[in-house]
């Protein structure tokens, strides 16, 4: 279902569940608490990734079971070509299925809950991925385009290094 989005500022959300129940309850609970959201919704994998080439969307929360493909497959598919937050939101809250889920590259995982209490949940973590995405952005792209190498370390190991890092010590890739 699609309406119209609102005039201010807004976190677009492709939200993709097979059941329409459910993604009118999502609809309703989020932009209900949380005015600068707007969702997109759809029942189809396929037509979320014809959505995303059409729309701008700052955020997927996905239902693991959906039809064509289940939420860890379209994970990986986004994965291959865009970095956009991605939250598994499902009833298959098990370990095992975050573990997939992180290991295809979502960026969170949460249990739907029984109760509306949980949308609150669901809406602070939307909020902390879109955030968390347009801060790095910015930074990535300045340090990446950085004549200087950059070298970022966690402890005594290295997370990152940017190619201007990789040209000094003489190799083709940062990585």
């Known amino acids: 279902m699609l309406s119209t989005p609102p005039l201010i500022p807004s976190i ?7 059941s329409p129940d459910d993604r009118e309850i999502v609809k309703l609970s989020l932009e209900k608490l949380d005015t600068e959201m707007y969702i997109v919704s759809t029942a189809s994998p396929t037509e979320s990734l014809r ?4 729309q701008q969307i700052d955020c997927i929360v996905s239902d693991y079971s959906v039809p064509e493909m289940n939420g860890i497959e379209l ?3 986004i994965r291959e070509t865009s970095d956009i937050p991605f939250i598994m939101y499902t009833g298959r ?3 095992e299925v975050a573990s997939i889920a992180f290991e295809a590259g979502a960026d969170d995982h ?3 809950e029984p109760g509306p209490g949980h949308y609150r949940v669901l809406v602070k973590r939307i909020r902390q991925a879109v955030e968390k995405h347009w801060m790095e ?3 990535r792209n300045v340090l990446e385009n950085c004549r ?15 190619q201007a890092t990789a040209d000094f010590v003489g190799v083709s890739s940062p990585d």
């Open 148 to 162: 200087d190498g950059v070298i970022i370390t966690q402890g005594t190991k290295f997370v990152y290094a940017n």
């Open 75 to 77: 994970c990986r598919r």
């Open 93 to 95: 809250g098990s370990e």
């Open 110 to 112: 949460l249990r739907k």
């Open 12 to 18: 677009r959300i492709l939200h993709i569940d097979d």
């Open 137 to 139: 952005g910015p930074y």
């Open 51 to 54: 959505l995303m080439g059409e």
